[in-house]
């Protein structure tokens, strides 16, 4: 399969605004985040692995980034935010593991950028009890009728509530 640029894909999410992608790390994240998004019924929106991007190490390295799949993450986000004569938050998602940065704010913000709160999307498979929170809370809960846009931050949930709220639309 060919990758496709940030300009290609710029043209197509500012063409097709129906388009609802989420650019993750790798197979596994992939493979989570769309048993969430099944199983609140979203079949609206495509979860991609990041390789299916072109992300040249140019770029990596003009954005002060290092090789690696999630440097290519942060990269597309940034990179499409920047190329876009539109707003892209209800189309696209890119989430990135916080690695070394879980618990504290992250080094690198952007509209299009979400960051997990542990270190990896593979420990919330271990944690039941924070899956069906956020289930039954985040995802379930539209807070309150008609309010679609609304959103509530905690500083341990910042991100997912940014992603949850663009899910929405």
Known sequence: ???RTIPELVTLYELEPSV??????G????????AVLRRVGRYDIQVKEVDVVDVPSTELTKLGL???????????ALLL???????LITQV??????DA???SPPAINGRLLLYTDVACMTVYAFHVPYVQWYLDIEVLDFHGPGNKWSVRY?????????LDARLRT
């Open 20 to 25: 609802r992608d989420i650019y993750v790390e």
């Open 27 to 34: 197979p596994t994240d992939r493979a989570f985040v769309m």
């Open 66 to 76: 290092t090789i690696g799949s999630r440097q290519r993450v942060i990269a597309v």
């Open 1 to 3: 399969m060919e990758r």
């Open 93 to 98: 998602a890119c989430i990135a593991d916080a």
């Open 154 to 162: 905690s500083s341990r949930f910042a991100g997912v509530h940014r």
């Open 101 to 103: 940065e879980a618990g």
């Open 81 to 87: 935010e920047r190329a876009s004569t539109t707003d």
